[in-house]
């Protein structure tokens, strides 16, 4: 499970964006863990102890500000993606040194959220379609592919089949109850009892006979336990995509 950290010395905003966050993570079934600190010492502590993968920074606090706990978690951890909160606009070309994934606006958190959940999903669909899995092929055998690489899984026995978008299955032992927690933040969808499949690689779904055609022409069944589910979840991909 992905984690994520807010820091900011003002406690209503503060507040805020933990429960902005947490709301959007929700919608989108994005599955992260959330903690907030109002300093930047209370936060660099806690990353040393276990790290963050996502980190919402406000530039302008109390002791240690914004640019020094993104110094010095650049320094130990330099995947973690660093968003940052300003009040001045100016602040945003000091900042690219830290290489942010984007920015928000304080006054517009006060204001309304959009520009924050605009941001999360932004963050959101980075994930889904940038993490990578490693599968364990065998023994001294591992490969390491991104979600977007997996068109859908396939339960056999004791086995999971990926079947990748270019042709190619991989083969690995694992349950398929493992693999749709694994994959369940970031746009896969369980149509089948055997079957878990990306919703980027849906072409089309067919709900009155019950199957859906990806991009690759392969048709697959859906189950009618499943099938309300995956409509839902397709519809709201569909709605988040430019």
Known sequence: MLRAAICDDESIILSMM??????????????????????????LKSHKAQSYDILFLDIYMTGCSGFDVAKTVGMLTP????????????????SLDYRPFQFVRKNRIQ?????????????????????SITLYLGVGE????????????????????YHLTNGEILRVRQRITDAEKELNSYGFVKIHRQYIVNLNA??????????????????LN?????????MNQYQMQMRNMP
């Not at 204001?111 to 924050?116: A, I, R």
């Not at 591992?142 to 089949?161: D, G, M, P, T």
Request: glycine share 2%; with cysteine.
């Open 111 to 131: 204001k309304d959220k959009s520009e924050l959940v605009t941001v999360t999903k932004k963050l959101i669909k980075y994930y889904r379609q940038h993490k």
């Open 18 to 43: 933990k429960s902005s966050i947490e709301k959007t993570f929700s919608q989108e079934k994005f599955d992260c863990t959330i903690q907030a600190f109002s300093s930047g010492e209370e936060l």
């Open 79 to 94: 995947n973690t993606l660093l968003i940052f909160v300003t009040s001045q606009d100016s602040m945003v070309y000091n």
């Open 142 to 161: 591992n490969r390491c592919v991104s979600f977007q690489e997996i068109a859908y899984l396939k339960s056999s026995l004791h086995y999971i089949e």
């Open 222 to 230: 859906i189950s009618k336990t499943y099938l309300d589910m995956v």
């Open 202 to 219: 849906i072409e089309r779904i067919s709900t009155t006979n019950s199957f859906l055609r990806m991009h690759s022409g392969k048709t």
